[in-house]
């Protein structure tokens, strides 16, 4: 079947093709839901290296999406159900031979396989109408539970990715810094899953009031106890100063995680860790466990509540100006916490 | 209920010297008729689809629709020696599902295997308002009008004039009794639904359609079509 698919050939540009979709002993879904996540903004606005967007482009953007399955000759899925878009793939026939042996230790996992491929960085991403795949890069999903909610599983089974780096039996005072997106979603994740208590820090009070369960406050005036659990969602240009002063507020051989990206390095307090003993941990992508995971909490109600102030619009793609619309309200989007919707 | 009707009888007369028509050829070692077909399988709006293709084909095509599990193809009749003939046996072939006059028709080419989902759809929610739609692309050449083929006659304002493409969508029971008006009055010969329509006093609307969705007429439509593929299958290194 010919399908229409949009690519990202230049920075700023979006094109309109068109593809053979081989569905042939896969399952076959059609996109219901799509967002844009700041990996896919920065391959839109060219803001990496030239050398990595020459090899890039041109490339289908998105990976956060669900869908509804259409065909499955695998029988593993029923036409209808609703399914949850895996965007990272592991060739598994590599792992006997391959040196990273600790992407078996379930805290790490094997999202961070060097030979993995990942829908809209290594590999085309979900920017199409239909979508074919093997039946394990799909998680069905409760029908009941609103596509526009279902799409922002991606990210949350990144934040349980993260979660699962935190030790939950030592971790007493956990901080979480950020007031953006990622930031609300490892907050719903430690809220609405692990039901624990959190400090958020963050500058802008709007963002910080979404944090409705969370104690919230400024680096600068908070003036509590150390904490021994410190999770960083910044990212960008401000992740420096960010871990600068999580190291400044950890207790002795606290734990770091860091999942904000930053395209220039970070100078950080080496002295304080080593004086410290502290851990970083760096997190990113998420298992088909995480997905799973996040698919049967999205069955909660309090849970899709606290998520649908995130759903700013859903735009129906009837040409490719809806798509370059929804990448400029995201991207312009400096103030609220949540993405701009697309379907099909 | 709507169902789609595809029709696959023409001979390709206008492909050169391919062995077979058109819609038989092979893209991605899949014919351009079971490309087409599949869009309308997926389509959730189509609950059933009849395709109408020379007679010779038609156990080629059954075999075609178990072998791709195109499993919303209730039936595959013989074409006619034209299109009007063509589909009024796809709508005799549509008859026997036990079709209600409101239910909706979409009749497409075979050979448009690049119609979008959002035509199809725009199409039947048209079609439930007003009954009959046509789908059209602006013309953005001028037409130009000869007698003779040497010298203009007219040029008509392009502003007031379209290009047909197909999904041509009616109530059953609009495009049945302007097919068997034009039998009762001997006319076999009509190349298009929407003038047949008409001719029976009822008014064809507007959808938009799209650039995509050309019909591959001659060796060059197949060309820019296999070109179109080629360009979509560049992938990151």
Same mark, same amino acid.
């Given at each position: 079947?010919?399908?229409?698919?949009?690519?990202?050939?230049?920075?700023?540009?979006?094109?309109?093709?068109?593809?053979?979709?081989?569905?042939?002993?896969?399952?076959?879904?059609?996109?219901?839901?799509?967002?844009?996540?700041?990996?896919?903004?920065?391959?839109?606005?060219?803001?990496?290296?030239?050398?990595?967007?020459?090899?890039?482009?041109?490339?289908?953007?998105?990976?956060?999406?669900?869908?509804?399955?259409?065909?499955?000759?695998?029988?593993?899925?029923?036409?209808?159900?609703?399914?949850?878009?895996?965007?990272?793939?592991?060739?598994?026939?590599?792992?006997?031979?391959?040196?990273?042996?600790?992407?078996?230790?379930?805290?790490?996992?094997?999202?961070?396989?060097?030979?993995?491929?990942?829908?809209?960085?290594?590999?085309?991403?979900?920017?199409?109408?239909?979508?074919?795949?093997?039946?394990?890069?799909?998680?069905?999903?409760? =029908?009941? &539970?609103?596509? /526009?909610?279902?799409?922002?599983?991606?990210?949350? *089974?990144? %934040?349980?990715?993260?979660? #699962?780096? +935190?030790?939950?039996?030592?971790?007493?005072?956990?901080?979480?810094?950020?007031?953006?997106?990622?930031?609300?979603?490892?907050?719903?994740?430690?809220?609405?899953?692990?039901?624990?208590?959190?400090?958020?820090?963050?500058?802008?009070?709007?963002?910080?009031?979404?944090?409705?369960?969370?104690?919230?406050?400024?680096?600068?005036?908070?003036?509590?106890?150390?904490?021994?659990?410190?999770?960083?969602?910044?990212?960008?240009?401000?992740?420096?100063?960010?871990?600068?002063?999580?190291?400044?507020? =950890?207790? &002795?051989?606290? /734990?770091?995680?860091?999942?904000?990206?930053?395209? *220039?390095? %970070?100078?950080?307090?080496? #002295?304080? +860790?080593?004086?410290?003993?502290?851990?970083?941990?760096?997190?990113?992508?998420?298992?088909?466990?995480?997905?799973?995971?996040?698919?049967?909490?999205?069955?909660?109600?309090?849970?899709?509540?606290?998520?649908?102030?995130?759903?700013?619009?859903?735009?129906?793609?009837?040409?490719?100006?809806?798509?370059?619309?929804?990448?400029?309200?995201?991207?312009?989007?400096?103030?609220?916490?949540?993405?701009?919707?697309?379907?099909? | 209920?709507?169902?789609?009707?595809?029709?696959?009888?023409?001979?390709?007369?206008?492909?050169?010297?391919?062995?077979?028509?058109?819609?038989?050829?092979?893209?991605?070692?899949?014919?351009?008729?079971?490309?087409?077909?599949?869009?309308?399988?997926?389509?959730?709006?189509?609950?059933?689809?009849?395709?109408v293709?020379?007679?010779?084909?038609?156990?080629?095509?059954?075999?075609?629709?178990?072998?791709?599990?195109?499993?919303?193809?209730?039936?595959?009749?013989?074409g006619g020696?034209s299109r009007q003939i063509s589909v009024y046996n796809g709508l005799k072939g549509?008859?026997?599902?036990?079709?209600?006059?409101?239910?909706?028709?979409?009749?497409?080419?075979?050979?448009?295997?690049?119609?979008?989902?959002?035509?199809?759809?725009?199409?039947?929610?048209?079609?439930?308002?007003?009954?009959?739609?046509?789908?059209?692309?602006?013309?953005?050449?001028?037409?130009?009008?000869?007698?003779?083929?040497?010298?203009?006659?007219?040029?008509?304002?392009?502003?007031?004039?379209?290009?047909?493409?197909?999904?041509?969508?009616?109530?059953?029971?609009?495009i049945k009794?302007a097919h068997e008006?034009a039998k009762?009055?001997?006319?076999t010969?009509?190349?298009?639904d929407?003038?047949l329509?008409?001719?029976?006093?009822?008014?064809?609307?507007?959808?938009?359609?799209?650039?995509?969705?050309?019909?591959?007429?001659?060796?060059?439509?197949?060309?820019?079509?296999?070109?179109?593929?080629?360009?979509?299958?560049?992938?990151?290194?």
């Amino acid at each position: 079947m010919f399908v229409v698919t949009y690519k990202v050939t230049a920075p700023g540009v979006l094109e309109e093709f068109v593809e053979n979709l081989d569905a042939e002993n896969k399952v076959l879904v059609s996109v219901d839901r799509m967002a844009i996540c700041k990996a896919d903004i920065r391959y839109f606005l060219g803001t990496r290296d030239k050398y990595i967007l020459d090899h890039k482009y041109p490339l289908t953007p998105i990976h956060e999406a669900v869908g509804t399955v259409v065909k499955d000759p695998t029988h593993t899925f029923k036409v209808g159900d609703k399914v949850i878009l895996i965007p990272n793939s592991i060739d598994e026939s590599l792992c006997p031979t391959c040196p990273n042996r600790r992407c078996f230790e379930s805290e790490l996992g094997n999202n961070y396989c060097p030979y993995a491929t990942f829908r809209s960085s290594n590999a085309d991403g979900f920017l199409k109408n239909f979508y074919a795949c093997d039946p394990t890069l799909l998680v069905k999903y409760d =029908s009941k &539970v609103s596509p /526009d909610i279902a799409v922002y599983s991606e990210l949350l *089974s990144v %934040a349980q990715a993260a979660c #699962r780096r +935190i030790n939950f039996a030592k971790a007493k005072n956990i901080a979480l810094f950020g007031d953006g997106i990622m930031a609300y979603v490892v907050y719903l994740v430690l809220t609405y899953i692990y039901h624990v208590e959190i400090t958020v820090f963050g500058i802008s009070q709007d963002k910080l009031a979404m944090f409705k369960n969370a104690t919230t406050t400024t680096y600068t005036a908070y003036n509590g106890p150390l904490f021994d659990t410190l999770i960083e969602c910044v990212g960008g240009q401000f992740s420096e100063n960010a871990i600068n002063q999580m190291i400044d507020i =950890s207790q &002795v051989g606290a /734990d770091l995680i860091l999942m904000g990206v930053s395209e *220039s390095g %970070a100078n950080i307090n080496t #002295r304080k +860790i080593l004086e410290k003993g502290l851990s970083l941990k760096g997190v990113t992508r998420s298992t088909r466990e995480d997905f799973e995971k996040i698919s049967k909490a999205l069955e909660n109600e309090s849970l899709q509540k606290a998520i649908q102030p995130m759903v700013l619009s859903v735009t129906k793609i009837k040409s490719i100006n809806d798509i370059y619309h929804c990448y400029e309200e995201d991207i312009n989007n400096k103030t609220i916490i949540g993405k701009n919707i697309m379907s099909f | 209920m709507n169902i789609a009707l595809i029709l696959a009888a023409g001979t390709g007369s206008r492909m050169g010297n391919a062995d077979k028509p058109k819609q038989f050829l092979n893209v991605y070692n899949k014919p351009l008729l079971v490309h087409t077909v599949e869009i309308f399988e997926v389509n959730d709006d189509i609950e059933q689809i009849v395709i109408v293709t020379n007679k010779e084909y038609i156990d080629q095509v059954k075999v075609w629709c178990k072998q791709y599990d195109l499993t919303k193809v209730k039936n595959v009749v013989a074409g006619g020696d034209s299109r009007q003939i063509s589909v009024y046996n796809g709508l005799k072939g549509i008859e026997v599902s036990k079709v209600k006059d409101d239910d909706i028709i979409v009749i497409h080419d075979a050979a448009r295997p690049l119609v979008s989902q959002a035509i199809i759809k725009n199409n039947i929610e048209a079609c439930k308002l007003y009954g009959a739609v046509d789908t059209v692309m602006p013309a953005s050449d001028t037409i130009i009008r000869s007698i003779d083929k040497r010298v203009i006659k007219e040029i008509q304002n392009r502003s007031e004039l379209f290009q047909g493409q197909t999904p041509q969508t009616f109530k059953f029971g609009i495009i049945k009794k302007a097919h068997e008006e034009a039998k009762k009055n001997n006319d076999t010969n009509t190349t298009d639904d929407c003038k047949l329509v008409i001719k029976s006093g009822v008014s064809v609307y507007l959808v938009q359609g799209s650039r995509l969705n050309f019909k591959i007429t001659t060796f060059d439509d197949l060309m820019i079509l296999k070109a179109l593929l080629k360009i979509g299958k560049s992938e990151v290194l």
